[in-house]
């Protein structure tokens, strides 16, 4: 059911948030301990981070390869510095397909999403419905096939046409509208999702069955300090504050926080 990760901070290098922690995300790979289906997470990954010295769109790598497998990643992330980065290690779906279209992050713009979760019997049930409901620019701006993309593709549908929505106001809307269709179609939503625009981190815990899929926060920690991460599973002994089950915390700097209930 795959992990995620999300950092929001002073500016760090990827290798002490992806490799250095006792549980890492590379850890959470191949031994995670909170999953609610499926063992490993051996499908891709993908890592997704912002240029903490000017202003671009975010910065994207991928790999359909176990993500203890690619031998790049380990320069790679004694190099980059990001004070905003998203990670995401796949398990796939069965019967989706594993390719970089499928793969997360996905990006729009300057935003980046990942999603820990699944529609059940997503391609009998809430494909069609979904996409039925895009405008132009959005269905052409699919890649892929996954559920993860389509829920997306719902958040950027009610983001950009309610301009004065936030995208917290949007993802609340696309969760709300997707326990509907779920209810009128028999089957169920389970959404733990992170957006970022740079600044920030959105991020929910939410499923139409309970439970949801494990999700954590840990704000201003010794060895993050003056930062926020969002992890599946703590990646480290300190003080993880689990979600709440159906809700959206909003972070920003200085670990300024919101929260609120779907």
Known sequence: MCRLLAYLGSPTSLEPLLYQPDHSLIVQSYKPREMLSGVVN??????????????????IYKNTLPIWNDINL?????????????AYVRSATPGQALDFSNSQPFQYQNLLFIHNGRIDKFRQTLYRP???????????????????????????????????????????????????????HQTYV????????????????????SPAPSLYWLCNDPTFPNST?????????????????NSILSF???????????
């Open 74 to 86: 380990p320069s790679l992330s004694r190099y980059v510095e990001s004070g905003c980065a998203i």
């Open 130 to 184: 979904i996409r039925n409901q895009l405008s132009d620019e959005v269905y052409k701006w699919i890649g892929g096939n996954t559920d993860s993309e389509h829920i997306f593709a719902l958040v950027l549908n009610q983001w950009l046409a309610n301009p004065g929505k936030s995208l917290e106001q949007a993802l609340h809307a696309t969760l709300l509208h997707l326990a509907e269709l779920a209810q009128s």
């Open 229 to 245: 991460i969002v992890a599946s599973e703590p990646l480290f002994t300190g003080n993880w504050i689990p979600f709440e089950e």
């Open 42 to 59: 051996a499908d891709g990954f993908g890592v997704g981070w912002y240029h903490s010295y000017q202003e671009t769109e975010p910065f």
């Open 252 to 262: 920003g700097e200085n670990c300024d926080i919101r929260i609120e209930q779907i």
């Open 190 to 209: 389970l959404a733990n999702i992170v957006i970022s625009d740079g600044k920030r981190l959105i991020a929910s815990r939410f499923g139409t069955k």
